[in-house]
């Protein structure tokens, strides 16, 4: 017996290890509160990351006193690359107040992997982790009602905002076109719901069991399948510096959720195949009758329309069939997702 013990105590020599054990040891129901990990991404956010530490850090105080979370909870600042001072923002923190942690990654690589780095970086410190942007746009005060539907059960809450005002009209439609077409295309993913969410350390070790590099987190958190809820929140506009994801980025990451998530283009590409096809069935029998009633021959238009018309749609095609090409080589060279430049811990 005491030798069971003394092996299972054995491998638990990192401290990651050690709180792993504890953090699966306690559950969710245990009447200790939960050690949260709040994982912000970073990319030139110099900007804001200094103030949007002290008010993390005052949310950190509250709830510690009330008896929400434990005291070894902490905040993780993931450096996605950037070119300004934000990393030396993030030391200087980290040597005021260790409950400030960080981790640099070698270079950008986007949001979606920089919040995979951080959340796979605390799973085993952490029982729970909630995912905030840098810039605060969404409330923070959320986190006390998503740590209430933890305590009671819930592996994934997902904040939803409750309105759109502080977006553009452009952003707002954009975005409402995304989502119809996401779940048109059958990734169900949750409306109105970004980056803002907590992971119970279940929902943490099963993301880490995704190993795509085509990530796209939303569209995975809802794959999960483990008990999820909705928390509303209000949505501000960001404090200082410049949006990070230009229009170029949110295609990328519109395209990357549809066909991460989804053959049904392809099957739509295959049916727009067979209709074209019946089509042109038609298109000949027409022109056996008008040619057996000696009817003229349709002229110039009709034989250049549809050469360009099917030209047009076969490149399209054939563009979406390559987009997926694409995919499978990048998961077939399964390049790590990001590479851990340096650690504050
Ligand atoms: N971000 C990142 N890597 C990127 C782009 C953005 O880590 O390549 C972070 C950014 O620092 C912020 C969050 O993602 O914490 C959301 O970005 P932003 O507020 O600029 O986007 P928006 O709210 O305008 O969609
Ligand atoms: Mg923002």
């Not at 605060?136 to 809450?157: C, K, N």
């Not at 779940?183 to 069991?209: D, P, V």
Request: aromatic letters at 8%; glycine letters at 8%; proline letters at 3%.
């Amino acid at each position: 017996m005491s030798t069971i013990t003394n092996n299972t105590a054995g491998t638990q020599t990192t401290a990651g290890a050690v709180s792993q054990g504890r953090a699966t040891a306690r559950g969710q129901n245990d009447a200790r509160p939960p050690v949260l990990a709040v994982v912000v991404p970073c990319f030139d956010e110099e900007e804001v990351v200094r103030s949007t530490a002290a008010r993390l850090a005052a949310l950190r105080e509250r709830l510690i006193a009330a008896a929400k979370i434990d005291a070894a909870s902490f905040v993780y600042f993931v450096d996605d690359g950037s070119r300004d001072g934000t990393w030396a923002a993030v030391e200087e923190l980290h040597r005021a107040d260790a409950s400030i942690k960080g981790l640099k990654l070698a270079r950008n690589v986007g949001m979606q992997n920089a919040l995979l780095a951080g959340l796979l970086g605390v799973l085993g410190h952490a029982d729970c982790a909630v995912t905030i942007d840098a810039d605060l746009q969404q409330d923070e005060r959320a986190i006390e009602t998503f740590l209430d539907r933890y305590a009671s059960g819930v592996h994934v809450v997902c904040g939803v905002r409750r309105s759109r005002s502080t977006d553009s009209w452009l952003k707002r439609m954009t975005a409402s076109f995304f989502y119809n077409l996401m779940n048109l295309m059958g990734a169900k993913i949750t409306k109105h719901h970004a980056e803002y969410r907590l992971l119970s350390s279940k929902a943490l070790a099963a993301l880490a069991e995704y190993r795509e590099s085509n990530l796209f987190l939303r569209g995975i958190v809802a794959d999960l399948g483990l008990r999820t809820e909705n928390v509303a929140f209000d949505v501000r506009p960001r404090e200082a510096g410049t949006t990070k994801h230009s229009p170029r980025k949110m295609i990328g990451l519109a395209l990357d959720g549809i066909t991460s998530f989804s053959v049904v283009p392809l099957r739509l590409v295959t049916a727009a195949g067979a209709l074209i096809f019946l089509f042109s069935c038609v298109m000949m029998l027409i022109y056996l009758y008008q040619k057996y009633e000696g009817e003229t021959l349709p002229g110039w238009a009709g034989t250049t329309i549809p050469i360009y018309f099917l030209g047009g749609v076969q490149i399209m095609f054939l563009g979406l069939v390559g987009e997926y090409v694409g995919k499978i080589y990048k998961e077939v060279k399964a390049r790590p997702r990001y590479i851990r430049d340096e650690e504050l811990f």
